[in-house]
């Protein structure tokens, strides 16, 4: 079997010199290294050390002022010109600009055409709505018609139901009348009967008178003969036998008359009897012409409640017409509505003055494409400048004097040497709460046009004057969260802070209230780099100039004011 040889026992251990020489190298390779790493460093660290010495040890360059009291002159505000009205004239319909009348400059007076938009959709959406409302007339027309057809009508029928109902009043009165005349057959009736039992009674007594008549003739008769007898034989007188004679024919005179009692008897209650058939016949005639006449009633009461069914319906019919006639008057009106609506907004192609004025923008040419209430600037920029206003904000001082109808004199630079008059108009009635001003305007007569809205002005108020007081230029101010304050430059040129208390704003200059006396040096236009305590160098101011601009630095050097070193006492 083949030995394999192990490679562990084929390498020789270094020697301890060549492993002392090896370690030496490394730490030489590693010194060189921090050598070479740490040497840009200290440098940059000594290039940075060194500039921010330059910088602790620079000092910054400012441009100085100083205060001055202003002469008691008379109040001067500046204000800007504004025209008496103004308005932005856009398209209340979309379409194309057919015409355009006006441009720039030009003079309209209220209700000139400035310019024609052409609109064909809304033309015919005002054709469409005047034909829709002509047939919405007609079918109102048709349908009123309607109404009064069926008005007359049902007024026909109303008329036959008074007629009719007439007709029940006179049945209701013949009715009565046959009632009334039944109820007097019926007292002829019982009169006649009346009659005929007294008749029966009458015969029946006459009868007996007859009998007792009758009676006593025959025994008149009977007294007679025997009395005749008598006298033929002598035993009475003849003059006695002619008495008893004489009272037998009275006898028979008394049964004649009885029995044309009775006979006079039976005609009596035969009459009675045929007025009581009378009577009767009368009474049945009455029934039957009441039963005709209660027919009667009932028909026409009947024809009657038909009428008034008629009318009932025909009324409603009518109130259903009327409903229609509601429905079509609702229609037109609906229909009126779209015409004056589309009527208002064919109205809108023309675009009009609202008032008198001249034309200080055009936005718009013929054929330009406009969409209604989408012109952001207008077609057109209407100003009336026959008088113009000023509106000036006016120091809490002076707020007080600000009274409607005082006069004022107003300057501009192009016109030197002429003064312009205004009026006070209105003021806002209360401070603004940021800067203690009152805001008033004035207004100023300009017939002639020579003033032109957006000009600067100055505003003096006549009888109003200000007191003497510290001014310094409005960029020497610093506003911020420590309130408003001032940069001095102490004697030994260093900054300081001082707090003051502002009053009028005169534009570019402010004055001051309390906090500075007077004859401070000030930083105008301090940056933010300055802090309490930073030295720096003032840089030489020129004279100002008499316009008012401020003056740019030309040389290093001091203000002629004398700097101090210790703040100035509040007040002055």
Same mark, same amino acid.
């Given at each position: 079997?083949?030995?394999?040889?192990?490679?562990?026992?084929?390498?020789?251990?270094?020697?301890?010199?060549?492993?002392?020489?090896?370690?030496?190298?490394?730490?030489?390779?590693?010194?060189?290294?921090?050598?070479?790493?740490?040497?840009?460093?200290?440098?940059?660290?000594?290039?940075?050390?060194?500039?921010?010495?330059?910088?602790?040890?620079?000092?910054?360059?400012?441009?100085?002022?100083?205060?001055?009291?202003?002469?008691?002159?008379?109040?001067?505000?500046?204000?800007?010109?504004?025209?008496?009205?103004?308005?932005?004239?856009?398209?209340?319909?979309?379409?194309?600009?057919?015409?355009?009348?006006?441009?720039?400059?030009?003079?309209?007076?209220?209700?000139?055409?400035?310019?024609?938009?052409?609109?064909?959709?809304?033309?015919?959406?005002?054709?469409?709505?005047?034909?829709?409302?002509?047939?919405?007339?007609?079918?109102?027309?048709?349908?009123?018609?309607?109404?009064?057809?069926?008005?007359?009508?049902?007024?026909?029928?109303?008329?036959?139901?008074?007629?009719?109902?007439?007709?029940?009043?006179?049945?209701?009165?013949?009715?009565?009348?046959?009632?009334?005349?039944?109820?007097?057959?019926?007292?002829?009736?019982?009169?006649?009967?009346?009659?005929?039992?007294?008749?029966?009674?009458?015969?029946?007594?006459?009868?007996?008178d007859l009998l007792q008549a009758q009676t006593q003739a025959t025994l008149a008769e009977r007294t007679w003969r025997r009395w005749q007898g008598l006298a033929k034989s002598g035993a009475v007188s003849r003059q006695e036998a002619d008495e008893k004679e004489y009272a037998y024919q009275t006898r028979?005179?008394?049964?004649?008359?009885?029995?044309?009692?009775?006979?006079?008897?039976?005609?009596?209650?035969? =009459? !009675?009897? %045929?007025? &009581?058939? +009378? @009577?009767?016949?009368?009474?049945? #005639? *009455?029934?039957?012409?009441?039963? /005709?006449? $209660?027919?009667?009633?009932? =028909? !026409?009461? %009947?024809? &009657?409640? +038909? @009428?008034?069914?008629?009318?009932? #319906? *025909?009324?409603?019919?009518?109130? /259903?017409? $009327?409903?229609?006639?509601? =429905?079509?008057? %609702?229609?037109?009106?609906? @229909?009126?509505?779209?015409?004056?609506?589309?009527?208002?907004?064919?109205?809108?192609? $023309?675009?009009?003055?609202?008032?008198?004025?001249?034309?200080?923008?055009?936005?718009?040419?013929?054929?330009?494409?406009?969409?209604?209430?989408?012109?952001?600037?207008?077609?057109?920029?209407?100003?009336?400048?026959?008088?113009?206003?000023?509106?000036?904000?006016?120091?809490?001082?002076?707020?007080?004097?600000?009274?409607?109808?005082?006069?004022?004199?107003?300057?501009?630079?192009?016109?030197?040497?002429?003064v312009f008059t205004g009026i006070i108009a209105r003021n806002a009635g209360a401070l603004d709460p940021t800067s203690r001003t009152l805001l008033t305007e004035i207004h100023v007569p300009n017939t002639d046009g020579k003033l032109l809205p957006g000009s600067y002005a100055q505003v003096e108020f006549?009888?109003?004057?200000?007191?003497?007081?510290?001014?310094?230029?409005?960029?020497?101010?610093?506003?911020?969260?420590?309130?408003?304050?001032?940069?001095?430059?102490?004697?030994?040129?260093?900054?300081?802070?001082?707090?003051?208390?502002?009053?009028?704003?005169?534009?570019?200059?402010?004055?001051?209230?309390?906090?500075?006396?007077?004859?401070?040096?000030?930083?105008?236009?301090?940056?933010?780099?300055?802090?309490?305590?930073?030295?720096?160098?003032?840089?030489?101011?020129?004279?100002?100039?008499?316009?008012?601009?401020?003056?740019?630095?030309?040389?290093?050097?001091?203000?002629?004011?004398?700097?101090?070193?210790?703040?100035?006492?509040?007040?002055?």
């Open positions: 079997m083949e030995t394999i040889p192990n490679p562990a026992s084929s390498i020789v251990p270094p020697s301890r010199g060549k492993v002392t020489f090896l370690f030496l190298g490394v730490v030489i390779l590693l010194a060189v290294l921090f050598v070479v790493g740490l040497l840009p460093h200290l440098k940059q660290r000594g290039s940075l050390a060194a500039e921010a010495h330059e910088v602790r040890t620079e000092v910054a360059e400012v441009t100085t002022v100083t205060p001055h009291m202003a002469p008691a002159d008379a109040l001067i505000l500046p204000g800007s010109i504004q025209a008496i009205e103004e308005t932005s004239l856009s398209a209340r319909t979309s379409g194309f600009v057919r015409r355009r009348l006006v441009d720039i400059g030009s003079r309209v007076k209220a209700g000139d055409v400035l310019a024609e938009i052409e609109s064909p959709e809304i033309d015919q959406q005002v054709a469409a709505a005047k034909a829709d409302e002509a047939k919405s007339l007609a079918g109102t027309g048709q349908a009123e018609a309607d109404v009064a057809k069926q008005q007359a009508t049902v007024t026909g029928m109303q008329a036959d139901v008074t007629r009719q109902q007439s007709n029940v009043e006179l049945a209701r009165a013949a009715q009565k009348r046959t009632e009334a005349k039944l109820l007097q057959s019926q007292a002829a009736s019982a009169t006649s009967k009346a009659k005929l039992a007294q008749a029966k009674q009458m015969l029946a007594g006459r009868q007996a028979q005179a008394a049964i004649t008359s009885a029995e044309a009692a009775v006979h006079s008897a039976e005609a009596d209650i035969e =009459a !009675a009897q %045929a007025n &009581v058939g +009378a @009577s009767e016949a009368d009474i049945q #005639a *009455a029934r039957e012409d009441i039963a /005709a006449a $209660r027919q009667s009633v009932s =028909a !026409a009461e %009947a024809a &009657v409640m +038909a @009428s008034r069914s008629n009318v009932h #319906a *025909a009324q409603a019919s009518v109130n /259903a017409s $009327r409903a229609n006639v509601t =429905a079509t008057q %609702a229609v037109t009106g609906s @229909s009126r509505a779209n015409t004056r609506r589309y009527t208002a907004l064919q109205s809108f192609e $023309r675009i009009v003055a609202p008032f008198s004025g001249v034309i200080t923008a055009r936005n718009t040419d013929t054929g330009a494409l406009v969409k209604a209430d989408d012109n952001a600037k207008g077609l057109f920029s209407l100003a009336r400048t026959d008088v113009l206003r000023i509106m000036v904000t006016v120091p809490q001082t002076f707020a007080a004097s600000m009274q409607p109808g005082q006069t004022t004199k107003v300057t501009i630079r192009e016109f030197p040497g002429r006549a009888g109003i004057t200000m007191k003497s007081h510290l001014r310094i230029p409005a960029n020497a101010l610093m506003i911020g969260a420590e309130g408003v304050r001032v940069a001095i430059v102490t004697k030994t040129d260093k900054i300081h802070f001082q707090t003051v208390q502002p009053g009028a704003d005169f534009g570019q200059e402010v004055e001051i209230v309390t906090g500075l006396e007077g004859n401070e040096t000030l930083v105008s236009n301090a940056s933010d780099d300055l802090k309490e305590g930073t030295p720096v160098k003032v840089l030489l101011t020129p004279p100002a100039d008499p316009t008012g601009a401020p003056a740019a630095p030309t040389a290093a050097g001091r203000p002629g004011a004398a700097p101090h070193d210790a703040p100035p006492s509040a007040g002055h």
